[in-house]
Protein backbone atom coordinates (compact mmCIF):
# COMPACT_ATOMS: atom_id res chain seq x y z
CA UNK A 1 0.00 0.00 0.00
CA UNK A 2 1.05 3.55 -0.59
CA UNK A 3 2.07 6.02 1.39
CA UNK A 4 0.99 9.67 1.40
CA UNK A 5 2.00 12.10 -1.40
CA UNK A 6 4.88 14.78 -0.93
CA UNK A 7 4.89 16.53 -3.71
CA UNK A 8 1.25 18.39 -2.86
CA UNK A 9 2.62 22.52 -2.56
CA UNK A 10 1.42 22.79 1.35
CA UNK A 11 -0.41 26.28 1.42
CA UNK A 12 -1.35 26.51 -2.17
CA UNK A 13 -4.99 27.69 -2.39
CA UNK A 14 -5.63 25.69 -5.33
CA UNK A 15 -3.71 22.94 -3.81
CA UNK A 16 -4.64 20.25 -2.48
CA UNK A 17 -3.02 20.67 1.71
CA UNK A 18 -4.41 19.04 4.51
CA UNK A 19 -1.59 19.07 6.61
CA UNK A 20 -3.35 21.15 9.64
CA UNK A 21 -6.13 18.17 9.86
CA UNK A 22 -8.67 20.43 8.48
CA UNK A 23 -10.66 20.22 5.58
CA UNK A 24 -8.53 21.57 3.18
CA UNK A 25 -10.42 24.84 1.19
CA UNK A 26 -10.21 22.63 -2.32
CA UNK A 27 -12.55 20.41 -1.00
CA UNK A 28 -14.65 22.88 0.46
CA UNK A 29 -14.75 24.15 -2.65
CA UNK A 30 -15.42 21.03 -4.49
CA UNK A 31 -18.69 20.30 -2.14
CA UNK A 32 -19.78 23.47 -2.74
CA UNK A 33 -19.63 23.12 -6.53
CA UNK A 34 -21.13 19.60 -6.14
CA UNK A 35 -24.07 20.93 -4.49
CA UNK A 36 -24.71 23.28 -7.12
CA UNK A 37 -25.03 20.83 -9.89
CA UNK A 38 -28.14 21.14 -12.10
CA UNK A 39 -29.97 17.23 -11.15
CA UNK A 40 -32.13 17.29 -14.00
CA UNK A 41 -30.22 14.12 -15.75
CA UNK A 42 -28.67 11.73 -13.92
CA UNK A 43 -26.14 11.22 -16.54
CA UNK A 44 -24.95 15.31 -17.11
CA UNK A 45 -25.12 15.56 -13.27
CA UNK A 46 -22.59 12.55 -12.20
CA UNK A 47 -20.35 13.65 -15.51
CA UNK A 48 -20.39 16.43 -13.89
CA UNK A 49 -19.17 14.82 -10.72
CA UNK A 50 -16.63 13.28 -11.93
CA UNK A 51 -15.17 16.11 -13.42
CA UNK A 52 -15.05 18.26 -10.47
CA UNK A 53 -13.37 15.38 -8.43
CA UNK A 54 -10.94 14.83 -10.59
CA UNK A 55 -9.82 18.21 -10.52
CA UNK A 56 -10.22 18.10 -7.02
CA UNK A 57 -7.76 15.22 -6.59
CA UNK A 58 -5.55 15.68 -9.65
CA UNK A 59 -6.52 12.56 -10.71
CA UNK A 60 -5.89 11.18 -14.03
CA UNK A 61 -9.99 9.41 -14.16
CA UNK A 62 -12.64 9.75 -11.61
CA UNK A 63 -15.62 7.24 -12.42
CA UNK A 64 -19.37 7.15 -10.78
CA UNK A 65 -20.01 3.78 -11.28
CA UNK A 66 -23.79 2.77 -10.52
CA UNK A 67 -25.00 -0.73 -10.41
CA UNK A 68 -27.48 -1.94 -12.98
CA UNK A 69 -29.33 -5.20 -11.49
CA UNK A 70 -30.46 -6.35 -14.14
CA UNK A 71 -27.38 -7.20 -15.63
CA UNK A 72 -25.50 -7.37 -12.47
CA UNK A 73 -23.34 -4.71 -13.64
CA UNK A 74 -21.17 -1.85 -12.60
CA UNK A 75 -21.80 0.86 -15.10
CA UNK A 76 -19.38 4.30 -14.79
CA UNK A 77 -22.72 6.87 -15.91
CA UNK A 78 -20.30 9.48 -14.83
CA UNK A 79 -16.39 9.70 -15.77
CA UNK A 80 -14.22 12.46 -16.37
CA UNK A 81 -13.50 14.03 -19.71
CA UNK A 82 -9.53 13.28 -19.47
CA UNK A 83 -7.79 11.25 -21.88
CA UNK A 84 -7.85 7.91 -19.60
CA UNK A 85 -11.68 8.81 -19.03
CA UNK A 86 -11.94 8.55 -22.79
CA UNK A 87 -9.79 5.36 -23.17
CA UNK A 88 -11.85 3.66 -20.75
CA UNK A 89 -14.84 3.92 -22.70
CA UNK A 90 -12.93 3.24 -26.10
CA UNK A 91 -12.48 -0.07 -24.95
CA UNK A 92 -15.32 -1.14 -22.60
CA UNK A 93 -14.01 -0.60 -19.69
CA UNK A 94 -17.01 1.46 -18.34
CA UNK A 95 -19.21 -1.79 -18.00
CA UNK A 96 -17.75 -4.51 -15.18
CA UNK A 97 -19.81 -7.25 -14.97
CA UNK A 98 -19.52 -7.74 -10.72
CA UNK A 99 -18.73 -11.80 -12.41
CA UNK A 100 -15.24 -10.71 -13.45
CA UNK A 101 -14.10 -9.62 -10.35
CA UNK A 102 -11.80 -7.02 -9.53
CA UNK A 103 -11.36 -4.02 -7.08
CA UNK A 104 -14.40 -1.78 -8.02
CA UNK A 105 -16.74 -5.06 -8.07
CA UNK A 106 -14.90 -5.80 -4.70
CA UNK A 107 -15.71 -2.39 -3.00
CA UNK A 108 -19.34 -2.34 -4.26
CA UNK A 109 -19.99 -5.71 -2.74
CA UNK A 110 -17.98 -5.71 0.28
CA UNK A 111 -18.85 -1.69 1.23
CA UNK A 112 -15.61 -1.03 2.43
CA UNK A 113 -13.50 1.72 0.94
CA UNK A 114 -9.59 0.65 -0.78
CA UNK A 115 -6.45 1.99 -1.60
CA UNK A 116 -3.68 0.98 -3.61
CA UNK A 117 -0.30 2.59 -4.78
CA UNK A 118 0.69 -0.49 -7.07
CA UNK A 119 -2.30 -1.41 -8.47
CA UNK A 120 0.25 -3.43 -11.06
CA UNK A 121 1.16 -5.65 -8.83
CA UNK A 122 -2.03 -6.30 -7.53
CA UNK A 123 -3.27 -9.87 -8.62
CA UNK A 124 -6.88 -9.23 -7.82
CA UNK A 125 -7.43 -6.09 -10.16
CA UNK A 126 -8.49 -6.67 -13.65
CA UNK A 127 -5.75 -6.74 -16.31
CA UNK A 128 -7.35 -4.24 -18.68
CA UNK A 129 -7.15 -1.88 -15.94
CA UNK A 130 -3.71 -2.19 -15.01
CA UNK A 131 -2.59 -2.64 -18.70
CA UNK A 132 -5.20 -1.58 -21.14
CA UNK A 133 -5.50 1.75 -18.82
CA UNK A 134 -2.27 1.49 -17.36
CA UNK A 135 -3.68 2.62 -14.03
CA UNK A 136 -1.12 2.68 -11.46
CA UNK A 137 -2.99 4.45 -7.96
CA UNK A 138 -6.36 4.24 -7.10
CA UNK A 139 -8.39 5.04 -4.30
CA UNK A 140 -12.41 3.96 -4.36
CA UNK A 141 -16.01 4.05 -1.74
CA UNK A 142 -19.06 3.15 -2.10
CA UNK A 143 -21.92 5.64 -1.98
CA UNK A 144 -25.62 5.05 -0.30
CA UNK A 145 -28.74 6.60 -2.78
CA UNK A 146 -32.13 6.32 -0.66
CA UNK A 147 -30.65 4.15 1.96
CA UNK A 148 -29.64 1.45 -0.56
CA UNK A 149 -25.71 0.65 -1.47
CA UNK A 150 -25.99 2.09 -5.06
CA UNK A 151 -22.23 2.63 -6.41
CA UNK A 152 -18.51 3.09 -6.50
CA UNK A 153 -17.00 6.61 -6.79
CA UNK A 154 -13.35 5.89 -8.08
CA UNK A 155 -10.06 7.83 -8.68
CA UNK A 156 -7.42 6.52 -10.38
CA UNK A 157 -4.05 7.80 -11.27
CA UNK A 158 -1.14 6.70 -13.80
CA UNK A 159 1.57 7.65 -11.27
CA UNK A 160 1.95 4.89 -8.74
CA UNK A 161 2.02 5.69 -4.83
CA UNK A 162 -0.30 8.91 -5.57
CA UNK A 163 -3.16 8.92 -2.90
CA UNK A 164 -2.82 8.54 0.52
CA UNK A 165 -4.59 7.72 3.31
CA UNK A 166 -6.29 11.31 3.97
CA UNK A 167 -7.27 11.29 0.04
CA UNK A 168 -9.21 8.27 0.45
CA UNK A 169 -11.13 9.92 4.06
CA UNK A 170 -11.88 13.07 1.51
CA UNK A 171 -12.92 10.75 -1.13
CA UNK A 172 -15.64 8.90 1.08
CA UNK A 173 -16.53 12.15 2.20
CA UNK A 174 -17.35 13.01 -1.22
CA UNK A 175 -19.16 9.89 -2.03
CA UNK A 176 -21.63 10.65 0.04
CA UNK A 177 -22.79 13.91 -1.25
CA UNK A 178 -22.73 12.30 -4.66
CA UNK A 179 -24.98 9.53 -2.99
CA UNK A 180 -26.98 12.53 -2.44
CA UNK A 181 -26.66 14.24 -5.88
CA UNK A 182 -27.68 10.63 -8.05
CA UNK A 183 -30.46 10.63 -5.45
CA UNK A 184 -31.95 14.63 -6.35
CA UNK A 185 -31.27 13.83 -10.11
CA UNK A 186 -33.37 10.01 -10.28
CA UNK A 187 -35.83 12.22 -8.59
CA UNK A 188 -36.23 14.98 -10.94
CA UNK A 189 -36.23 12.28 -13.61
CA UNK A 190 -38.78 10.30 -12.30
CA UNK A 191 -40.69 13.76 -11.50
CA UNK A 192 -40.18 14.42 -15.38
CA UNK A 193 -41.24 11.56 -16.50
CA UNK A 194 -44.73 11.42 -14.13
CA UNK A 195 -45.49 14.94 -15.28
CA UNK A 196 -45.02 13.82 -18.96
CA UNK A 197 -47.73 10.43 -18.34
CA UNK A 198 -49.78 12.78 -16.97
CA UNK A 199 -50.07 14.53 -19.88
CA UNK A 200 -50.14 11.86 -22.30
CA UNK A 201 -52.60 10.49 -20.20
CA UNK A 202 -55.34 13.15 -20.29
CA UNK A 203 -54.62 13.52 -23.93
CA UNK A 204 -55.20 9.69 -24.74
CA UNK A 205 -58.68 10.40 -23.06
CA UNK A 206 -59.80 13.02 -25.32
CA UNK A 207 -58.82 11.17 -28.08
CA UNK A 208 -61.06 7.77 -26.83
CA UNK A 209 -64.10 9.34 -25.97
CA UNK A 210 -65.02 10.20 -29.38
CA UNK A 211 -63.82 6.00 -30.74
CA UNK A 212 -66.49 5.36 -28.01
CA UNK A 213 -69.29 6.91 -29.17
CA UNK A 214 -68.46 5.46 -32.81
CA UNK A 215 -68.46 2.02 -31.42
CA UNK A 216 -71.66 2.71 -29.83
CA UNK A 217 -73.36 3.66 -33.14
CA UNK A 218 -72.22 0.50 -34.81
CA UNK A 219 -73.14 -2.26 -31.87
CA UNK A 220 -76.42 -0.60 -32.59
CA UNK A 221 -76.61 -0.69 -36.26
CA UNK A 222 -75.29 -4.10 -36.29
CA UNK A 223 -77.92 -5.15 -33.87
CA UNK A 224 -80.67 -3.56 -35.93
CA UNK A 225 -79.25 -5.34 -39.23
CA UNK A 226 -78.72 -8.60 -37.01
CA UNK A 227 -75.52 -9.43 -37.83
CA UNK A 228 -74.04 -11.21 -34.94
CA UNK A 229 -70.69 -11.55 -36.31
CA UNK A 230 -70.11 -7.54 -36.39
CA UNK A 231 -71.88 -7.44 -32.71
CA UNK A 232 -69.67 -9.96 -31.48
CA UNK A 233 -66.74 -7.92 -32.65
CA UNK A 234 -67.65 -4.88 -31.77
CA UNK A 235 -68.02 -6.01 -28.58
CA UNK A 236 -64.80 -7.36 -28.44
CA UNK A 237 -63.41 -3.74 -29.43
CA UNK A 238 -65.56 -2.32 -26.65
CA UNK A 239 -63.91 -4.41 -24.23
CA UNK A 240 -60.62 -3.95 -25.17
CA UNK A 241 -61.23 0.08 -25.54
CA UNK A 242 -62.47 0.01 -21.83
CA UNK A 243 -59.23 -1.34 -20.77
CA UNK A 244 -57.20 1.45 -21.87
CA UNK A 245 -59.81 3.56 -20.80
CA UNK A 246 -59.10 1.88 -16.85
CA UNK A 247 -55.62 2.26 -17.27
CA UNK A 248 -55.80 5.83 -18.36
CA UNK A 249 -58.02 6.41 -15.54
CA UNK A 250 -55.67 5.07 -13.30
CA UNK A 251 -52.86 6.54 -14.50
CA UNK A 252 -54.46 10.47 -14.20
CA UNK A 253 -55.62 8.99 -10.27
CA UNK A 254 -51.78 8.52 -9.87
CA UNK A 255 -51.42 12.58 -10.42
CA UNK A 256 -54.17 13.60 -8.68
CA UNK A 257 -52.97 11.32 -5.15
CA UNK A 258 -49.20 13.09 -5.81
CA UNK A 259 -50.72 16.15 -6.08
CA UNK A 260 -53.16 16.45 -3.37
CA UNK A 261 -55.89 16.47 -5.20
CA UNK A 262 -57.36 12.67 -5.19
CA UNK A 263 -61.01 12.63 -3.55
CA UNK A 264 -63.83 10.70 -2.41
CA UNK A 265 -67.26 11.13 -2.00
CA UNK A 266 -69.02 9.12 0.70
CA UNK A 267 -72.29 7.74 0.91
CA UNK A 268 -74.20 4.34 2.24
CA UNK A 269 -72.21 1.54 0.45
CA UNK A 270 -73.17 -2.53 0.90
CA UNK A 271 -69.63 -3.44 0.79
CA UNK A 272 -71.37 -7.27 0.34
CA UNK A 273 -72.81 -5.66 -3.06
CA UNK A 274 -70.25 -4.08 -4.17
CA UNK A 275 -68.07 -7.02 -3.58
CA UNK A 276 -70.34 -9.24 -5.12
CA UNK A 277 -70.59 -7.44 -8.30
CA UNK A 278 -67.05 -6.79 -8.57
CA UNK A 279 -66.34 -10.58 -8.14
CA UNK A 280 -68.65 -11.72 -10.92
CA UNK A 281 -67.44 -9.24 -13.39
CA UNK A 282 -63.43 -10.47 -12.98
CA UNK A 283 -64.03 -14.56 -12.29
CA UNK A 284 -63.40 -16.41 -15.40
CA UNK A 285 -63.69 -20.17 -16.55
CA UNK A 286 -60.11 -20.69 -15.42
CA UNK A 287 -59.99 -18.63 -12.16
CA UNK A 288 -63.13 -18.87 -9.51
CA UNK A 289 -63.97 -16.21 -6.82
CA UNK A 290 -65.11 -17.46 -3.56
CA UNK A 291 -66.90 -15.07 -1.64
CA UNK A 292 -67.95 -15.48 1.81
CA UNK A 293 -69.68 -12.69 3.94
CA UNK A 294 -72.51 -12.05 5.30
CA UNK A 295 -75.67 -10.90 4.04
CA UNK A 296 -75.44 -7.17 4.64
CA UNK A 297 -72.38 -4.60 5.13
CA UNK A 298 -73.22 -1.18 5.22
CA UNK A 299 -70.99 1.38 5.81
CA UNK A 300 -69.69 5.39 4.68
CA UNK A 301 -67.56 4.82 1.57
CA UNK A 302 -67.26 6.03 -2.31
CA UNK A 303 -68.46 3.03 -3.95
CA UNK A 304 -66.68 3.63 -7.25
CA UNK A 305 -63.30 4.37 -5.65
CA UNK A 306 -63.68 1.12 -3.21
CA UNK A 307 -64.79 -1.00 -6.38
CA UNK A 308 -61.41 0.34 -8.69
CA UNK A 309 -59.61 -0.84 -5.36
CA UNK A 310 -61.23 -3.77 -5.62
CA UNK A 311 -60.86 -4.66 -9.14
CA UNK A 312 -57.43 -3.96 -8.35
CA UNK A 313 -56.77 -6.09 -5.88
CA UNK A 314 -59.05 -9.13 -7.78
CA UNK A 315 -56.92 -8.53 -11.13
CA UNK A 316 -53.92 -9.32 -9.13
CA UNK A 317 -55.20 -12.25 -7.72
CA UNK A 318 -56.51 -13.30 -10.86
CA UNK A 319 -53.33 -12.99 -12.45
CA UNK A 320 -51.12 -14.92 -10.06
CA UNK A 321 -53.48 -17.56 -9.22
CA UNK A 322 -52.45 -20.94 -11.26
CA UNK A 323 -55.41 -22.23 -13.34
CA UNK A 324 -58.19 -23.97 -11.79
CA UNK A 325 -56.86 -22.40 -7.95
CA UNK A 326 -59.93 -20.19 -6.62
CA UNK A 327 -59.51 -16.27 -5.09
CA UNK A 328 -61.04 -15.94 -1.51
CA UNK A 329 -62.72 -12.52 -0.87
CA UNK A 330 -64.01 -12.12 2.38
CA UNK A 331 -65.85 -9.74 4.48
CA UNK A 332 -65.66 -9.52 8.08
CA UNK A 333 -65.47 -6.56 10.97
CA UNK A 334 -63.66 -6.56 13.96
CA UNK A 335 -63.50 -3.84 16.88
CA UNK A 336 -59.90 -1.98 16.91
CA UNK A 337 -59.90 0.63 20.28
CA UNK A 338 -63.43 0.57 20.45
CA UNK A 339 -63.91 1.61 16.96
CA UNK A 340 -65.86 -0.91 14.09
CA UNK A 341 -63.93 -1.57 11.26
CA UNK A 342 -64.88 -3.59 7.79
CA UNK A 343 -62.44 -5.88 6.22
CA UNK A 344 -62.56 -6.83 3.12
CA UNK A 345 -59.47 -9.73 2.37
CA UNK A 346 -58.84 -11.09 -1.33
CA UNK A 347 -56.40 -14.35 -0.77
CA UNK A 348 -54.64 -16.24 -3.51
CA UNK A 349 -52.78 -19.87 -4.12
CA UNK A 350 -50.18 -17.98 -6.50
CA UNK A 351 -46.13 -17.99 -6.16
CA UNK A 352 -46.52 -15.40 -2.89
CA UNK A 353 -43.80 -12.24 -3.25
CA UNK A 354 -40.17 -12.38 -2.38
CA UNK A 355 -39.40 -10.65 0.97
CA UNK A 356 -37.14 -7.82 -0.60
CA UNK A 357 -40.34 -6.95 -2.85
CA UNK A 358 -42.63 -6.04 0.03
CA UNK A 359 -41.08 -2.75 1.04
CA UNK A 360 -41.65 -1.81 -2.58
CA UNK A 361 -45.35 -3.23 -3.08
CA UNK A 362 -46.90 -0.14 -3.06
CA UNK A 363 -45.05 2.17 -4.33
CA UNK A 364 -45.39 3.68 -7.90
CA UNK A 365 -44.59 2.07 -11.27
CA UNK A 366 -43.53 -1.42 -8.99
CA UNK A 367 -43.96 -4.08 -11.47
CA UNK A 368 -41.96 -6.78 -11.32
CA UNK A 369 -39.72 -8.06 -13.80
CA UNK A 370 -42.57 -10.55 -15.17
CA UNK A 371 -45.69 -8.52 -14.49
CA UNK A 372 -47.24 -6.93 -18.15
CA UNK A 373 -48.91 -4.08 -16.00
CA UNK A 374 -47.44 -0.81 -14.96
CA UNK A 375 -47.42 -1.59 -10.80
CA UNK A 376 -50.17 0.86 -10.72
CA UNK A 377 -53.04 -0.93 -9.01
CA UNK A 378 -51.66 -1.67 -5.58
CA UNK A 379 -50.35 1.72 -5.40
CA UNK A 380 -53.99 3.24 -5.92
CA UNK A 381 -55.95 0.61 -3.61
CA UNK A 382 -53.87 2.10 -1.08
CA UNK A 383 -54.18 5.78 -1.80
CA UNK A 384 -58.18 4.77 -1.98
CA UNK A 385 -57.88 3.04 1.50
CA UNK A 386 -55.70 6.19 2.56
CA UNK A 387 -58.77 8.67 1.28
CA UNK A 388 -61.14 6.55 3.26
CA UNK A 389 -59.03 6.88 6.78
CA UNK A 390 -57.96 3.10 6.41
CA UNK A 391 -55.25 0.79 5.40
CA UNK A 392 -53.89 -1.95 2.83
CA UNK A 393 -51.78 -4.33 3.81
CA UNK A 394 -50.08 -7.06 3.00
CA UNK A 395 -49.47 -10.74 4.25
CA UNK A 396 -47.50 -13.13 2.00
CA UNK A 397 -44.69 -16.02 2.16
CA UNK A 398 -42.62 -17.14 -1.12
CA UNK A 399 -44.72 -20.07 -2.07
CA UNK A 400 -47.78 -19.70 -0.18
CA UNK A 401 -49.75 -17.02 -2.00
CA UNK A 402 -50.88 -13.58 -0.66
CA UNK A 403 -53.64 -11.55 1.21
CA UNK A 404 -54.22 -8.51 1.14
CA UNK A 405 -56.77 -6.61 3.17
CA UNK A 406 -58.39 -3.21 3.04
CA UNK A 407 -59.48 -1.91 6.10
CA UNK A 408 -62.17 0.55 6.18
CA UNK A 409 -63.84 2.71 9.60
CA UNK A 410 -67.30 1.39 9.24
CA UNK A 411 -68.05 4.66 11.95
CA UNK A 412 -66.42 7.85 11.67
CA UNK A 413 -64.48 7.68 7.94
CA UNK A 414 -64.49 10.81 6.01
CA UNK A 415 -66.98 12.39 4.81
CA UNK A 416 -69.37 10.24 7.09
CA UNK A 417 -71.31 13.80 7.48
CA UNK A 418 -72.28 13.63 3.77
CA UNK A 419 -73.68 10.25 4.73
CA UNK A 420 -75.75 11.42 7.31
CA UNK A 421 -76.86 14.55 5.52
CA UNK A 422 -77.93 12.05 2.57
Known amino acids: MAGSREEVVMGDSEGRDWAAGQAPGWLLRMLERLQAIEATEVDAALNAASQLVAEGFQADKVDVFLFDPTSETLVAVGTSDTPMGRRQHAIG ?109 HDLRNLLVPLQGRLQLLQRRAEREDRARDVRDVQIATGSLERLTRLIEDLLDVGRLDRGLFAVEPRPTDLVVLARETAGALGTAATRIQIEAPDELVICADPNRLRQALENLLSNAVKHSPDGAPIALALTTETRADDRWALLSVADRGPGIAAEALPRLFTRFAAGPDSSGLGLGLYLARGIAVAHGGTLAVDSRPGQGARFTLALPAEGAPGAADCAAG
Do not use: M
Request: hydrophobic share 40%; aromatic share 6%; charged share 30%.
Open 93 to 201: LHRLPLANGGRTAEVFQSGRSFRDGRVDRDPDELVGVKEGLGVRSTIAAPFVVNGERRGVLQATSARPDFFGDQDLRFLEVVARWVGLLTERAEQGRASAAEERITVLA
